[in-house]
Structure formats: structure tokens, C-alpha cells
């Protein structure tokens, strides 16, 4: 079982010739990819992560899962960009996108330090309320602010209402192994921790505990999620370009793009696959969008964008191409009913699976979309198991890893995030002698 690649839709509007010819810079990105000698190569832990990981720390992430599932209702998981969409894309796409609403014998599981929103904040609180809570505060660096204010407030939840010996064993750190203040924190009060290891960029970081714990504790299967990415290593980085989809899908896009598109939109007809669009969205943004390159990655859910963005994508600036995830199976099954009266003119579909129903209008989509001037890729997924998961997550890192090299940039930094960083930080006089002139000069720029 494996993902397909369908270019039904992609054909016209790319010519082999032109897949031919961007084809030797595809498979010159992969060997710079595999021997790591290009941009970021110190990033690259992500390429072997599914055959290469820490088993004890492995074994470790179950044991906590069970520990945590047993000793609360209410998981909150506290980390921003990388550091938290992965396990939310993971949670929502296995486990359905109102996991917190339905029946289970699994904790809420609840993400925060993704905002600055007091508001957001107390929702949270107020939910925690004569709850059972367990934290996992999720940080490679260990100083990012949002993160980090956010656990000062969970901390303190947790030591009053349970106080320090048992808050201690109620709170997971994931983190870098020796660095940073998260790091030190844990040790000096005794979390149990985690490593983000230091060779995989936090937008890369799902299969290692980052995603790994939270998931675990949602009550998925990572032998199959591992599995899944697993078996997408093996196929996409040994077999030749005419059969290897990955390969493919990063050469239609670096074709397209070169073509005057400006903006790839991941489209999905799930709406639990949302979060794994905003996971895949800050994947290709921070790898690709640099040194004034890089296609904009935008997203959208239909049929429900269907009634609002559609108007958009078929008809406005042909600037866009779509890459649409083709989720085959559903895990349910539900008919339309039959109705004596028929009153609402309904009967042609009695007896119809909404699934079926769902994939005609993804077809009826592609081609309206295709008429009107819009490319589209076809990503075809069998069902939303942990397996598919696993694998799709290692076909889009390789195809992000392999499609920024052809573009020329490095697709392991994110030098752009650090600025609102450093200006955040000087805003709010954090006492740093190096943040001293930028302090300097915004105040004066605020004061005209
Ligand atoms: O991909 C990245 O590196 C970033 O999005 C980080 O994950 C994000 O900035 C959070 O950083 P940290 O985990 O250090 O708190």
C-alpha cells in the first residue's frame, strides 16, 4: 500500500517534455539530499528518522502515554510552530477532527502556547477546571516566548492544585538534550524529559517525540505510523524517478512553479485533515519561502471552501495550481435515507454512501477547476489510518527536502522567523546586552 500519484489533471498544463527536462535536477537534489552535502546538511536527522530512532527513548514515550492516559482527563500540550503541529495534524487526521467530543477511553488532549490570546488562554483554564490535567511543554530551543509564558501559567495550575512532588510527575518536557532553559528548568525540578534531536528542524520533528508522545497518548498506533513512514523511505528513496511519486510530485510543482505560479494549494475533501494542511503549510513556508523565492502555500477544506474560496480558484488570477489529497477510504459508512414523501427531492441519492457522494464532488471539482485554468495534482491516500499518516509525513519532508534544492535555497533554516523574535524580545526589554541597539532603534523608529 503506498500513495499514487494521479496527473490526470496536471497533463495539460505540463508537458513530459517539461517533467523530462527538470528531471536530472531532481535527481541531482535526492544525492545531495542522501549525501548530505548540501545547505542545512547538519538538519538532515529527519531523512533516517524512521529506521534510525532512540528504541529506549521510544519504549519511554509509550510508557509516559500510559501513564499519562491513566492519570488525567485533560492533556494540555504546550509548543508553536513545529512544535506542535505535527502531533495535531496526526491526532486530527487518525483520530478525527472532533477527538475531544466523542466518547473514549483517551484524555482530551488540548494544544496551547500556539498564541498570545489571554482569551484563548482562560478558555483553556476554564476548561481545566476539576479536571485531572497533565502537561507536555514542547520546546527545541527552550526560549521561545509564547511556549514558554504559557507553561509559567500551566506550572503554576498544576503546582497549586497538586502541588510540587505531584505536578513534577505530571509534567513531560520535550526539549533539546543539554541546552536551553526548558532543559534546565527540568532537570534542576525533575521532569521526566524528551529529546528533539539536535540534527532535525522542529517543522521535521513529528516522528520523534515532539509528535510521537502526544499522539501516543491519543491513543494511536506509532508502530504504524512509524511503519508507514518507514515503508515511504524505503520506496521513495531508492526507487527511479519514472516510479517514484515523491519524485514526481516535487518535479510538477518546481515545473509549475518556474511556469509563473505563485501559490500551491493543498486541498483536502476531510475536514480532519485541516491541522495536516496547517502542518504541510509550515513545512514548504519555512523551507522554501526565502531569498525572495518559493511558492505560497495556502490551503483549503471543501466542500465547505467550495462555497466561499471556490469562487476564487476558478475563476480569479490564474496564478494558482492545487495539489489535492484524494482520501479514498472513510472509516464509517453512512447512506443517504430514503424518504416516502421525497419532499425535498432528495431520493436519487437514497441508498448513496455521503463518502461516495464526497468523491464525486472532488471529481466534479478537478474538472471544473481543470476547465477553468487550474492544474491540479493528484495525491491519491488510501484511508486515514496511522499507516497513511506515517507515510504521507515522509513523502512530503522528502519532496519539500528534495523540491528546495531544485529552487536553490536551503530548506532547513528559517532565518526570517528569528526577526519578529529579536524585535519581540527588544520590545519587551528582555535584559540582553546584544538586543541593546535594536532596542535603540525601535524605540526611535515608535516615536516618529
Ligand atoms: O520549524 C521550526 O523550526 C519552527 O517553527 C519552530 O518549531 C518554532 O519556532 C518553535 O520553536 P521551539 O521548538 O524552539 O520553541
Same mark, same amino acid.
Given at each position: ?19 523530462? $527536462? ?17 545547505? %542545512?546538511?547538519? *538538519?538532515? %536527522?529527519?531523512? &533516517? ?23 488525567? &482527563?485533560?492533556? =494540555?500540550?504546550?509548543? =508553536? ?14 483520530? %478525527? ?38 502537561? !507536555? ?13 504559557? +507553561?509559567?501559567? +500551566? ?10 512532588? /505531584? $505536578? ?7 526539549? @533539546? ?9 527540568? @532537570? ?9 534531536? &539536535? ?21 494511536? &498506533?506509532? @508502530?504504524?505510523?512509524?511503519? %508507514? ?11 527511479? *524517478? ?53 511558492? *505560497?502555500? $495556502? ?13 476564487? =480558484? ?82 512530503? /519532508? ?24 529579536? !524585535?519581540? +524580545? ?9 538586543? @541593546? ?12
Amino acid at each position: 500500500m503506498s500513495l499514487k500519484l494521479n496527473n490526470e489533471f496536471v497533463r495539460g498544463f505540463v508537458a513530459d517534455t517539461d517533467v523530462e $527536462a527538470i528531471r536530472p535536477e531532481i535527481e541531482n537534489a535526492l544525492e545531495t539530499v542522501k549525501n548530505k552535502d548540501g545547505a %542545512g546538511n547538519d *538538519f538532515l %536527522g529527519w531523512y &533516517d528518522l524512521p529506521v534510525n530512532y532512540d528504541r529506549e527513548e521510544y519504549d519511554r514515550i509509550k510508557a509516559a502515554a500510559q501513564r499519562i492516559k491513566n492519570m488525567c &482527563d485533560v492533556l =494540555i500540550v504546550i509548543g =508553536i510552530g513545529g512544535s506542535y503541529l505535527g502531533a495535531r495534524a496526526a491526532i486530527e487526521y487518525i483520530q %478525527g477532527n472532533l477527538y475531544n467530543n466523542v466518547a473514549k477511553d483517551t484524555p482530551d488532549i488540548y494544544f496551547a502556547g500556539n498564541s498570545i490570546s489571554t482569551s484563548a488562554l482562560n478558555d483553556l483554564l476554564k476548561i481545566c477546571e476539576g479536571k485531572d490535567v497533565c502537561v !507536555n511543554v514542547i520546546s527545541k530551543s527552550g526560549t521561545t516566548t509564547e511556549p514558554a509564558v504559557v +507553561f509559567r501559567v +500551566f506550572r503554576e495550575l498544576l503546582v497549586k492544585k497538586y502541588g510540587e512532588e /505531584e $505536578a513534577k510527575k505530571r509534567i513531560f518536557a520535550t526539549t @533539546d538534550k543539554a541546552r536551553g532553559k526548558l532543559k534546565e528548568l527540568s @532537570d534542576k525540578i525533575g521532569y521526566e524529559t524528551f529529546v528533539v534531536p &539536535d540534527d532535525v528542524g522542529g517543522r521535521f520533528s513529528v516522528l520523534t517525540a515532539v509528535g510521537l508522545l502526544p499522539i501516543a497518548v491519543a491513543g494511536v &498506533d506509532l @508502530d504504524q505510523l512509524m511503519k %508507514g513512514a518507514q515503508d515511504a523511505r524505503a520506496e521513495y528513496t531508492t526507487k527511479a *524517478f519514472e516510479d517514484n511519486e515523491c519524485l514526481k510530485y516535487a518535479a510538477y510543482r518546481n515545473v509549475l512553479e518556474r511556469s509563473g505560479k505563485t501559490t500551491e494549494i493543498l486541498v483536502a475533501y476531510e475536514p480532519s485533515a485541516q491541522m495536516l494542511c496547517e502542518w504541510w503549510k509550515q513545512l514548504y513556508g519555512e523551507s522554501e519561502g526565502k531569498d525572495n523565492k518559493g511558492l *505560497f502555500p $495556502a490551503s483549503v477544506i471543501f466542500s465547505t471552501d467550495l462555497h466561499s474560496l471556490g469562487q476564487y =480558484i476558478q475563476d480569479g488570477q490564474r496564478n494558482i495550481f492545487e495539489t489535492v489529497l484524494d482520501i479514498q477510504g472513510s472509516n464509517d459508512t453512512i447512506c443517504v435515507p430514503f424518504d416516502e414523501a421525497n419532499s425535498d427531492g432528495l431520493n436519487f441519492l437514497a441508498g448513496k454512501e455521503i463518502h461516495e457522494i464526497n468523491r464525486t464532488a472532488m471529481k466534479a471539482t478537478l474538472y471544473a477547476h481543470m476547465d477553468g485554468g487550474v492544474p491540479n495534482i493528484v495525491v491519491e491516500v488510501p484511508d486515514r489510518s496511522a499507516y497513511s499518516f506515517g507515510y504521507m509525513v515522509y513523502f512530503f /519532508e522528502l519532496a519539500c527536502a528534495v523540491s528546495g534544492y531544485t529552487l536553490g535555497v536551503n530548506p532547513f533554516n528559517q532565518p526570517g522567523v528569528e526577526e519578529y523574535k529579536k !524585535n519581540m +524580545f527588544a520590545l519587551l526589554d528582555k535584559p540582553d546586552p546584544s538586543l @541593546d541597539a535594536l532596542k535603540a532603534e525601535l524605540k526611535a523608529r515608535m516615536a516618529k
